[in-house]
């Protein structure tokens, strides 16, 4: 079994691009969460995919945007970055099942993204 | 809206002793999951516990234990025989329909 893998470990930007973020999920796992991690805050929630198709979204603009595949990979895409964006980026996997509401979530290193 | 409080920024506690991380949530939900996990220094978060809002009982792993308190709306984590690989910041979550609120965490030293 192999765990939630991400890519790249860290990236820098400049303000105004754009940027694309990867994560596999753990195998046997079918939803996708995505969390940005400001320097020492807790991880706040972006959105979730499940099944190819948005489950839910936090508090975060439309520039911020994600994508998950047919073997349930992800990306997030941010668009017109702002020096505000740099954090850590959390993806975490999941199993969703029925109307189990409190799958436990498997989180992948991380990618660090410096915005200058 | 769903809110996490950890009031306590940083702890420490020394080698085998037992600490306790203290977790407050905020909600008007009756079913909900709330979770802790650990983030050593390499920032891969882990999951160290899971309570589910409608079970009585505490749920316990090995040395880790919560004090779930529905009614207080407290979720708190007892750590037992505290080992230096258990320094870390600690996050509690509170979940309801996948979306997960964390709170700012408690940075936990273990002194040898």
């Known amino acids: 079994e192999t765990g939630v893998t991400q890519s790249p470990t860290h990236l820098i930007k400049t303000r105004g691009q754009q940027v694309t973020l990867r994560c596999s999920s753990q195998?046997?796992?079918?939803?996708v969460s995505w969390y940005q991690q400001a320097l020492g805050q807790g991880p706040q929630f972006i959105f979730q995919?499940?099944?190819?198709?948005?489950?839910g979204r936090g508090n975060f603009p439309p520039r911020f945007s994600g994508l998950q595949f047919p073997n349930y990979s992800s990306e997030l895409n941010v668009n017109a970055l702002e020096l505000d964006d740099s954090a850590l980026y959390l993806c975490?996997?999941?199993?969703?099942?029925?109307?189990?509401?409190?799958?436990?979530?498997?989180f992948g290193p991380g990618t660090r993204l410096t915005v200058t | 809206a769903q809110t996490v409080t950890q009031s306590q920024p940083e702890m420490s506690v020394q080698e085998a002793e037992t600490v306790t991380l203290s977790c407050t949530y905020d909600?008007?939900?009756?079913?909900?999951?709330l979770f802790w996990y650990k983030q050593p220094p390499s920032r891969q978060m882990i999951l160290v516990i899971r309570?589910?809002?409608?079970?009585?009982q505490n749920a316990t792993e090995n040395r880790f234990s919560v004090n779930f308190q529905k009614a207080a709306k407290s979720f708190s984590l007892k750590i037992s025989d505290s080992q230096l690989g258990d320094t870390a910041m600690y996050f509690c979550?509170?979940?309801?329909?996948?979306?997960?609120?964390f709170g700012a965490g408690t940075r936990l030293t273990v002194k040898p």
């Open positions: 975490a996997s999941s199993l969703l099942r029925g109307n189990d509401r409190g799958n436990e979530q498997y």
């Open positions: 195998s046997g796992h079918n939803t």
């Open positions: 995919y499940y099944r190819e198709e948005e489950n």
């Open positions: 909600t008007s939900e009756n079913n909900y999951y």
């Open positions: 309570q589910e809002a409608y079970k009585q």
């Open positions: 979550a509170f979940m309801n329909n996948n979306d997960m609120r």
